[in-house]
């Protein structure tokens, strides 16, 4: 069942999205702006299931961090340029008094995992904010901050959180809500209010999570020994995304704010917040020009530590400070665009360029980004460009 809307000469996106769905066994939701103006907002699903309902947006989430980190960077609050522990000073342990805040954005911290359990830390303790916090803070890298770059499935939310803190004075769920989701009446949040529960539509995997002895054994075909510190932080940060997964399917998780992966919103909501990244939507601009120039401006210019250096660089992930940037698996709307992907599928992007800004959220977490783009996106991407592109 598709509902929802779209502008006059968009018809086109619809019957892309329509199309993305047939073989999706979730429900999806597409949501377009086009230079600060809503053209698009779909929704495809069961009766209970329309554009205002709210799922889990998995690592879209880190998108909405790292615009808390630009605004306070923007204010002269923050200097992203600095070590963390000016404004944290307890994270200038075992060897990280160097890190900078651009090296949490980027992935370079050298911190992939909340524990050097290879079973990683699990439920409840995952939600327990302050013990992860202290175990960051204690913890020694597992190589030297700002040599190598390897994706924070969920320490990310948390490290650039903490600095968002430790300046604002705010939780960054409070900071994303009072100074972004509030100004643009976005129905996005790290940490659902329990008054929005009965909008929420679950999440659920179509292919069961590979067993630790299948982490271990693909690591290990890389060329990681069992026992590196690499191998066991990459294990326990694949068994800490698996819980997080089961973690947000209870009212706990999703009150919980875990700012790497727990965001909580629709399509319509990540569409508005990258358009107000690129210009105004009704009269509010979150970034001004130059600190998103600086924020999308490529910072892949280190590879993965050792073994994982080897390959072809075009399918690495990219980033600017905090957004992913365009590559093989991702294409998004082309070079020049910017945003972050979620685990199974989710999506939010925008280009300046061409004044476009994109949400995507969907319940079957179908996505396997080695094998390339979403299939589910293919059609509506192709149809989004080519419609702005022709009026």
């Known amino acids: 069942m598709i509902t929802g809307r779209v502008a006059p000469g968009w018809e086109p996106v619809r019957d892309a999205f329509v199309r993305g769905c047939a073989d999706d066994p979730g429900a999806a939701q597409l949501a377009v702006h086009h230079h ?11 009766p209970d299931f329309g554009t205002d309902s709210v799922g889990v947006l998995m690592s879209v989430t880190k998108g909405l961090v790292a615009v808390c980190a630009h605004l306070l ?9 600095a ?6 000073p307890e994270f200038a342990a075992a060897g990280k008094a160097g890190t900078t805040v651009a090296d949490l954005l980027t992935h370079r911290a050298g911190l992939p995992a909340f524990s050097a359990d290879p079973a990683g830390c699990g439920l409840p303790g995952l939600f327990d904010r302050d013990a992860r916090l202290a175990a960051l803070a204690a913890m020694r890298p ?3 901050p700002g040599t190598a770059c390897l994706y924070h499935s969920l320490t ?10 430790r300046v604002s004075g705010r939780s960054v769920g409070a900071f994303f809500a009072d100074e972004v989701a509030g100004p643009l009446g976005l129905d996005l949040w790290i940490g659902l209010p329990v008054e929005q529960e009965h909008r929420f539509a679950p999440q659920f995997s179509v292919r069961p ?9 693909f690591l290990a075909g890389l060329g990681l020994a069992p026992d590196a510190p690499l191998s066991t932080a990459l294990r326990a940060s694949q068994a800490e995304v698996a819980a997080a997964v089961r973690g947000l399917a209870t009212r706990e998780g999703r009150a919980a704010e875990l700012p790497g992966a727990g965001g909580i919103g629709n ?3 990540l569409s508005r917040m990258y358009a107000a990244l690129i210009g105004p939507v009704d009269g509010v601009r979150l970034l001004s020009p130059a600190t998103l120039e600086r924020a999308v401006a490529p910072r892949d210019d280190v590879p993965p530590p050792p073994p994982l250096d080897g390959g072809d660089p075009a399918d690495r992930t990219r980033f600017g400070l905090g957004f992913e940037l365009p590559r093989k698996g991702l294409p998004m709307l082309g070079e020049g665009s910017f945003g972050h992907a979620g685990a199974g599928g989710r999506l939010g992007m925008a280009d300046p360029g061409s004044g476009l800004a994109v949400g995507y959220v969907c319940t079957a977490m179908a996505w396997e980004p080695a094998a390339g783009p979403d299939p589910r996106w293919t059609d509506w991407t192709e149809a989004v460009t080519a419609t702005a592109a022709a009026l």
């Open 156 to 165: 990310y939310g948390h490290l650039v959180g903490e600095v968002v803190r």
């Open 209 to 217: 999570d590979p067993s630790p002895e299948q982490v271990a054994g």
């Open 267 to 269: 399509a319509r909501s």
């Open 36 to 46: 600060g103006r809503p053209v698009v907002d779909l929704a495809s699903g069961p």
């Open 83 to 88: 070590p963390v522990a000016r404004y944290w």
């Open 142 to 144: 597992v190589w030297e």
């Open 73 to 81: 960077s923007e204010r002269g609050a923050l200097d992203l340029e």
